[in-house]
């Protein structure tokens, strides 16, 4: 006779809502408001610049301008993938998610750095370094591989988001695309417990290196209900091609019982600050690159949802026409936002070292006990 199964008597939690895992200090929501050590995201996107913003998520204060400087040569100098990296990217299969595809190289990362499983702190900063530079040099080269052309190594002197739209259409953009984009980082670089935050802390609390934390990251930014919903609000408007076709394509969509992505979220319940801000540059972007529609539809959709489902629209939402009318390819948004929260993940792995505890929750067992083993002639 077995022992019976240990009763498990706590509350479940399904999709851990209610539950607060540890405490941090990097980033936090309040109502509407998205707090970055402190300071809340409307202050900073207005302000900072990326590499400013990735500094406060891992020092914890603002850089004075040497302390920007000396970190922002390390980044910018980080950039660059070693030559020999091209010939084998030549190799890999481009037909594949472009998530993939950086999952795959970052795993590539892994093998060829000797600090790879160190994970004391300063190993773990020089790590976050290179981590944090490459993940745009490497969706850009993805893309550029894919279309048959060599990929362009990023200018030093240059920041992530001015080498991104450099590497990525092989000119150099204007000032103000690249302040744009920087913003686009800016809003995107952390969000306290997100899902692959939580993914890059439980693999970090093992104490694997930053690497394999990262690589899980990824992995689950990837999911249509996580980052990879952008990618899906941009084809979504382009099959719905006109504001006036819009109201029956959402009748029909909720009647099915669809998702509708880029709408609802876990904490934010009156509005997505990241959200606001966006539907601002959309609304003036969509009309510069004379697509218009794409924001209109985005408005009504917005409208329409709130009166309907009582939902917010998050900052999938209208990043998606944002990216659609900077010329970037719609598979290539959810690589865009790795690009900028890999910042955010590094952070949450550095503090999750300063004071680890393994993550390890209980499930409730809802399956059979005291099974007897048939022999498999008898079964
Ligand atoms: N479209 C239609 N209905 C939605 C919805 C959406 N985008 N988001 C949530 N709902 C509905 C659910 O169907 C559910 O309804 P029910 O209670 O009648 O079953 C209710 O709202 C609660 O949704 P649930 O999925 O349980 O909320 P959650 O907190 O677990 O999930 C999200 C939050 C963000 C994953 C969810 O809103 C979603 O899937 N959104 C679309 C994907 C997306 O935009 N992701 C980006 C997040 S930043």
Known sequence: MSEPVQEYTGAIDRGLEGVVTCTTSISTIEGST??????????????????????????????????LEEFSTDLHHSMALPPESFGWFHGLPTRVHPMDFLHAVIAGMTLHDPDANLVNAAATLRKSTRLAARVGTIVTA???????????????????????????KGAEPDEQEVRRFDTCLILHADHELNASAFSARVTSSTLSGIYSSVMAAIGTLKGPLHGGANEQVARMLLEIKSPDRLEAWLEAALASGEKIMGFGHR???????RAKILKAMSREITREVGHPEMYEMSARLEELMGQRKGLICNVDFYSASVYHSMGIPIDLF??????????GWCAHVLEQYQNNRIYRPRGKYVGPTGEVYTPIDER
């Open 34 to 67: 998205l707090l970055y050590r402190g300071y809340t995201i409307e202050d900073l996107a207005a302000h900072a610049s990326f590499e400013e913003v990735v500094y406060l998520l891992w020092y914890g204060w603002l850089p004075t301008r040497r302390e």
């Open 142 to 168: 993805y893309q550029r591989v894919r279309s048959g052309q060599w990929p362009l190594q990023p200018l030093p002197d240059k920041s992530i988001a001015w080498n991104f739209l450099y590497m990525l």
């Open 267 to 273: 904490v934010y319940k009156e509005g997505d600050p």
């Open 334 to 343: 959810t690589p865009v936002f790795a690009t900028s929260r890999v910042a």
